[in-house]
């Protein structure tokens, strides 16, 4: 079947069109910097190209995006589509797209504030263009669901909870759904019997605990705020640091976020890049705030890993992915060097060689496994659609 994957951003749209038989992406792109200098970039069995767009919405976004796969002689092929989707409060699974569900996420509109309202409306105007064909939303959180209560509370008042529905929900679940699946065939274990922690370390990171296929805990919470240091975001800090700021400092909640989500991180130690390629080689040409940065990164992501494993009865393997997971050898050495408290022990070969060898091993044999898996969220999302469909 051929699923054409939607992912609305909070200025960007990106699209595969994926053939769930041989796994394939068979066009793919992006429009981003809607609103102010859009530009279209794409690939197709034809051609490919990136040329400026006059895109002010995410409606003419998508209409690019038509365009293109008319051009591409594929806009026919189309047999489904799939929307990646933030936000699905209270979805624990995907969901065919029905006017409720298009509802229901405007209607969260302020657990994601950027994205939801982009959700919406690519679901509106897919539905513009392909009529007659089921639409199924796929949701970062929905993997998440299975967390206990013991999980996914925060110990505020139980009110707030109940009335403002603030939890931890997790995310990137797609991703975490998608390599622990992989890690599940790559071990030869039957899923009922298989303990995994799962670190998706791109632009934002997070790390999941995976007990019998399902998801008992992650690192990301109420927002992709929590947890984990990422490139720009600073990961969980203590919340009366932000009543200090604002105290002595006057910093008002929009300078707040501002500041968690966009200045700190990688970023704000640094103060260099946001980029964990350009931490990494500033810190090996000395550079103290990288050195810092590279060091604060691996630590905490290490202590929460750490702190996943107690989640857990035992554990069969560490999976890394993401940008950072897949390529850096440097931050995946450092982690594991944190981690002998659970045994791990590093093959330095195949680490170098960001475990091409042995289907991504990179731990020595006889020591408890550490595995690079790349991700594919489109797949999955082209799955989870197909299996409606
Ligand atoms: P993602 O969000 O999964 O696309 O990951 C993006 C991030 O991966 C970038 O911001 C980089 O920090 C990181 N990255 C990509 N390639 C490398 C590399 N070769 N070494 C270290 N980090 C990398």
Redesign the pocket.
């Known amino acids: 079947m051929r699923v054409l994957v939607l992912n609305c951003g909070s200025s960007s749209v990106k699209f595969a069109v994926i053939d769930t038989d041989t796994q394939k992406a068979i066009s793919s792109g992006l429009v981003e910097n809607i609103g102010a200098n859009s530009y279209i970039k794409a690939k197709g069995p034809k051609n490919g190209f990136e040329k400026d767009l006059d895109a002010a919405t995410h409606a003419d976004a998508i209409f690019a995006v038509q365009q293109y796969l008319k051009e591409q002689d594929l806009i026919e092929s189309i047999e489904a589509v799939g929307h990646r989707v933030v936000h699905g409060g209270k979805f624990v699974k995907s969901e065919p797209i029905t006017s409720e569900v298009i509802d229901y996420i405007k209607s969260i509109t302020l657990f994601a504030p950027l994205h939801e309202p982009a959700h919406a409306i690519g679901m509106e105007e897919a539905k513009k263009y392909f009529p007659t064909l089921p639409q199924v939303a796929v949701f970062d959180t929905a993997f998440h669901q299975t967390m206990p209560v013991k999980a996914f509370l925060y110990a505020i008042p139980y009110e707030i909870y109940l009335n403002q529905s603030v939890r931890r929900y997790g995310f990137h679940g797609t991703s975490h759904r998608f390599v622990s699946g992989e890690a599940i065939r790559l071990l030869g274990q039957k899923p009922e019997d298989t303990y995994l922690i799962t670190a998706h370390l ?3 990171c997070s790390a999941a605990a995976i007990s019998q296929g399902k998801c008992v805990d992650t690192t990301m919470g109420f927002t992709p705020l929590e947890g984990l240091v990422m ?1 720009t975001r600073s990961g969980s800090i203590d919340p009366a640091i932000l009543f200090f700021l604002n105290k002595t400092l006057g910093y008002d909640i929009d300078r707040l976020d501002q500041l968690l989500n966009k200045e700190s991180g990688l970023l704000g130690l640094s103060g260099l890049s ?4 350009t931490v ?1 080689q500033a810190a090996a040409e000395g550079h103290e705030r990288a050195k810092i940065a590279l060091e604060v990164f691996c630590y905490r992501l290490a202590r929460e890993i750490g702190g996943l494993a107690m989640a857990l009865p035992r554990l069969d393997a560490l999976v890394f992915t ?3 997971g897949e ?2 050898a440097v931050v995946r050495e450092r982690v594991l060097n944190n981690l002998t408290i659970l045994g791990f022990q590093l093959d330095a070969k195949k680490n170098a060689q960001n475990g091409k060898e042995s289907s991504g091993l990179i731990s020595k044999d006889g020591t408890p496994k550490a595995i690079i898996i790349p991700t594919n969220e489109e797949l999955l999302i082209a799955m989870d659609t197909e299996a409606f469909v």
């Open positions: 791109g632009n934002g490139g946001n980029d964990m390629r990494t993401g940008g950072i390529n850096s």
